[in-house]
């Protein structure tokens, strides 16, 4: 199983950018797509969750700037993140979930930096 995320880099207050995660090795169709960060210091949170049957879940520190989506017939999720602020600098963490068997797998992580 591999997750390979991309997208990340330095960017502006204010600014844009968007995650993109390639999932191999999985029935991609069946899992719970999300994206999760850590920044220096904390704990690694929930940032988005996006199910098969495209049920979102967004933290509250992102919603109305984030938008997770996902392509079932590319197995690829996407997080488009608006309106970037300094605190959303993490490492951002591509996430699949199989809910039956409480099974996770994650990708390597992309470095997201907001200046201000």
């Known amino acids: 199983v591999q997750l390979v995320e991309s997208g990340g880099g330095l960017v502006q207050a204010g600014g844009s950018l968007r995650l993109s995660c390639a999932a191999s090795?999985?029935?991609?169709?069946?899992?719970?797509m999300g994206w999760y960060r850590q920044a220096p210091g904390k704990q690694r949170e929930l940032v988005a969750t996006?199910?098969?049957?495209?049920?979102?879940n967004y933290a509250d520190s992102v919603k109305g700037r984030f938008t997770i989506s996902r392509d079932d017939t590319k197995n690829m999720v996407y997080l488009q993140m608006n309106s970037l602020k300094p605190d959303d600098t993490a490492v951002y963490y591509c996430?699949?979930?199989?809910?039956?068997?409480?099974?996770?797998?994650w990708g390597q992580g992309t470095q997201v930096t907001v200046t201000s």
């Open positions: 996006l199910t098969r049957n495209n049920n979102t």
């Open positions: 090795g999985i029935i991609f169709s069946v899992y719970r």
């Open positions: 996430n699949a979930h199989y809910i039956y068997l409480s099974t996770d797998y």
